[in-house]
């Protein structure tokens, strides 16, 4: 297929582009070309579901940008890993398979995008599922993406199950199913004991068409637009050389809520003053571009335990090759393990009409992935906020397409963000006083025990 000229340009071999990139060449008219940033999906660490802590902070698969300092954050930066590899993230994130909540969806829609409300989405959503509990009102079965329950249970997240349940909140098996409020565990875009990301189920099959080209190490550097309108786009190939693809009909920018904004600056679309401070040429002026950034902030807490957790089982060498030959073997054990085992969807008020917040539950303990565990029987609880008011943006360093681009986050920027998470930390803590899980802690080892809602108040002032 000649590359100069194509139907489709498809900028970004993530999540959404490997699905484009399918469903696009499965119309044998449709010329379509992938660019890529970075290589193929051929670390075999990327398809080893626990392998997320050797590919995050691995710059050869992973982006590994940092945010700037933020405020909210008492001056912190947070790594923001993400994929630069064929399924972007879906390679190396934790594997978690959730929706959204039917409420969102139909929220957008209310506001004026038609299509995108629940009943609109839901279709397309169980046309790309094959769900292993099999076909239901919301579930399918023979789509591309493999969904599977845990292959692995753990007696800590049973237990903060159980406690959850005894606070009062209700079990749920389904929470992708007709309500997402409640407690249970997590579904997991697995298969067969391997990662399904969205290269191994929308690109695999489609590898072979000939009317689709997938271009890794294919740096774009800019969209090319004549007339108003965007007719192709400028990349760097591996060696370097600047190389020109024009489409027909669509260049599609897929490259994430990082490298799309980047892309369209260094493009000249965006908020003039800012471009022209970088030397760039105004193509187009849209202030919007980079603004309205939003990210779910988690908040963890660890706590030590009474008995061993997974944290005691991987320190030991003999335990390891344990844990490797079982998943060699049996495709079972903790190498099958996602991000976190057990999921909580609640409300933090009976004012709230739904879930505001999330709990992620893990069976082991660590200040960042890639890290290793703590040296001593943990597990975590992480309180993530659903629906954050506090925006952020991108901004450009420069105009050189392989500089970072600055990123604020504007973490807790808001009233509510805050009393969200404060409130969420408080739940956490009364779930950890009901059995049986509170026979299971020992201590709060962070934030602490000590940190009391009393001294979040005294901050407000």
Known sequence: MALNTVDYVIVGGGSAGCVLANRLSSK????????????????????????????????????????????????????????????????LNGLLYVRGQKEDYDHWAALGNEGWGWDDVLPFFKRSEDQERGADDYHAVGGELSVSNARIQRPICDAWVKAAQAEGYT?????????????????????????????????NPARKRSNLQIITHAMV??????????????????????????????VILSAGAIGSPHILMLSGIGEPGHLKSKGIEVTHALNGVGRGLQDHLQARLVFKCSEPTLNDEVRS?????????????????????????????????????????????????????????HPFSAFTMSVCQLRPQSRGEIRLVDKNPKSHPVIHPNYLSTQLDCDT??????????????????????EEFR???????????????
């Open 28 to 91: 044998p008219g449709n010329r379509v070309v992938l660019l890529e940033a970075g290589p193929r999906d051929w670390n075999p660490w990327i398809h080893v579901p626990v392998g997320y802590f050797k590919t995050m902070h691995n710059p050869s698969v992973d982006w590994c940008y940092k945010t700037e300092p933020d405020v909210g954050l008492n001056g912190r930066r947070i790594d923001w890993p993400r994929g630069k590899v064929l399924g972007g993230s879906s390679s």
């Open 171 to 203: 079990y749920n098996p389904d929470y992708n199913g007709a309500s997402q409020e409640g407690v249970g565990y997590f579904q997991l875009t697995t298969r067969n004991g391997r990662r399904c990301s969205a290269s191994v189920a929308f690109l």
């Open 421 to 442: 998470i404060v409130k969420g930390v408080n739940i956490a803590r009364r779930i950890g006083c009901q059995s049986p899980l509170l026979e299971k802690i020992a």
């Open 317 to 373: 060498l003999f335990n390891q090759a344990k844990i490797a030959a079982n998943y060699a073997l049996f495709r079972s054990g903790p190498m099958t393990m996602a991000a976190s085992l057990a999921v909580g969807f609640l409300k933090t008020s009976a004012e709230v009409d739904r879930p505001d917040i999330q709990f992620h539950i893990q069976p082991w303990s660590a200040d960042s992935p890639g890290e290793g565990v």
């Open 447 to 461: 934030p602490s025990a000590e940190l009391s809602m009393e001294d979040y108040e005294g901050t407000l002032d």
């Open 221 to 250: 550097e800019k969209v090319l637009i004549e007339d108003g309108r965007a007719v192709g786009v400028r990349y760097r190939d591996r060696d370097g050389d600047a190389k020109d693809i024009h489409a027909n009909a669509e």
